[in-house]
């Protein structure tokens, strides 16, 4: 079993700051990616940001300079920092992570999904 838990969120007015966190338990080997996609209503969830074990981060373009996404291996956490927050940044959030278990089986993972509303 793996668990995704997400906290942060809620609600900021536009050019504000939110942070969002996630911490992944359970049993895990190895996690490969660990990032954020996000759902607004009436639309399709979309990637936000990624980071792998590598180091590398990958950002969509509508975040690029304003989100930074930061990760702690040993602490199974990644964070996205969101600043200068737009109304159409408003969506659910979800953590999502690529995982190897230690019952040898590769899985993509997602949290419950936590809120984050923009006011113009």
């Known amino acids: 079993q793996v668990q995704l838990v997400e906290s942060g969120g809620g609600l900021m007015q536009a050019g504000g700051s939110l942070s969002l966190s996630c911490a992944a338990s359970?049993?895990?080997?190895?996690?490969?990616?660990m990032g954020w996609h996000r759902q607004a209503p009436g639309k399709e969830r979309e990637l936000v940001a990624t980071?792998?074990?590598?180091?590398?981060?990958k950002y969509a373009d509508s975040v690029k300079g304003r989100f930074t996404i930061s990760r702690d291996n040993a602490k199974k956490t990644v964070h996205l920092q969101m600043n200068n927050l737009k109304p159409e940044d408003a969506a659910v959030y979800y953590c999502?992570?690529?995982?190897?278990?230690?019952?040898?089986?590769?899985?993509?993972?997602w949290g419950q999904g936590t809120q984050v509303a923009v006011s113009s």
């Open positions: 999502t992570a690529r995982i190897y278990t230690n019952l040898q089986e590769w899985g993509d993972y």
């Open positions: 359970g049993s895990i080997f190895m996690i490969v990616d």
């Open positions: 980071y792998n074990n590598g180091g590398a981060t």
